[in-house]
């Protein structure tokens, strides 16, 4: 069974730091692109930003470009997402994805997704 | 950037009832379209992509059609687990932008 968890959220003020994690089990990580994907409160869905399967691409939405950053750890089948210079409008649950193979791919299996908040 | 525009916003139907929501593309996308399921406090989840293809466990009721700009997601019957708010997203170019949502509520 494939199952996403992700960990990392909380309250930061603006201009603060946060890392998500996303720890993947019951599939070869390495063979998948990942997603991190926010959804602002009441709000639609945003992709933030994708990474191949070996870590070699990655992508990212203008709003966080030169503030997130994407990795993973595929030793330890694990996605991260660093966040600096946060800003109130990327207060969000965040979701870790898997993507149908190849990075730019819909994502088929989600996980339960952290919230993050940034407020003074 | 490609912008997805969905439509209508709220759509109210009595359960059994066909629910057919739209989706629109900018610009061309090919069939490089997918449709999510989102219920309240839950992740999405992937019903269909290459527009038309159901994703595992996607029960034959949802269908999807259309290509180029223009695309359909279809419920031929509702049943109360359907009721839910529906994303389309287009996944030809980066950025992946999904429209705004669809929510489908009882009638």
């Known amino acids: 069974e494939v199952q996403l968890l992700e960990s990392g959220g909380g309250l930061v003020q603006p201009g603060g730091s946060l890392r998500l994690s996303c720890v993947a089990s019951?599939?070869?990580?390495?063979?998948?692109?990942m997603s991190w994907v926010r959804q602002a409160p009441g709000k639609g869905l945003e992709c933030v930003s994708a990474?191949?399967?070996?870590?070699?691409?990655?992508s990212y939405a203008d709003s966080v470009k030169g503030r997130f950053t994407i990795s993973r750890d595929n030793s330890k089948n694990t996605l991260y997402l660093q966040m600096n210079s946060l800003r109130a409008e990327d207060t969000a649950v965040y979701y870790c994805?898997?993507?149908?193979?190849?990075?730019?791919?819909?994502?088929?299996?989600w996980g339960q997704g952290t919230l993050v908040t940034v407020s003074s | 950037e490609i912008v997805m525009t969905q439509s209508p916003a709220t759509l109210s139907v009595s359960p059994g009832e066909r629910a057919t929501l739209s989706c629109r593309a900018s610009?061309?996308?090919?069939?490089?379209l997918a449709w999510y399921q989102q219920k309240p406090g839950q992740a999405p989840r992937l019903l269909i992509y290459?527009?038309?293809t159901r994703a595992t466990g996607i029960p034959a009721r949802f269908s999807g059609s259309g290509s180029g700009t223009e695309f359909t997601l279809t419920i031929s019957s509702l049943q109360s687990e359907d009721f839910a708010v529906y994303y389309c997203?287009?996944?030809?170019?980066?950025?992946?932008?999904f429209g705004q949502g669809t929510k489908v509520e009882i009638k």
């Open positions: 994805a898997r993507d149908k193979g190849y990075i730019g791919y819909p994502s088929d299996y």
């Open positions: 019951g599939f070869t990580f390495n063979s998948y692109a």
């Open positions: 990474i191949s399967g070996s870590g070699g691409s990655t």
């Open positions: 610009q061309s996308i090919s069939s490089n």
């Open positions: 290459g527009a038309s």
């Open positions: 997203q287009q996944y030809n170019n980066w950025p992946l932008a």
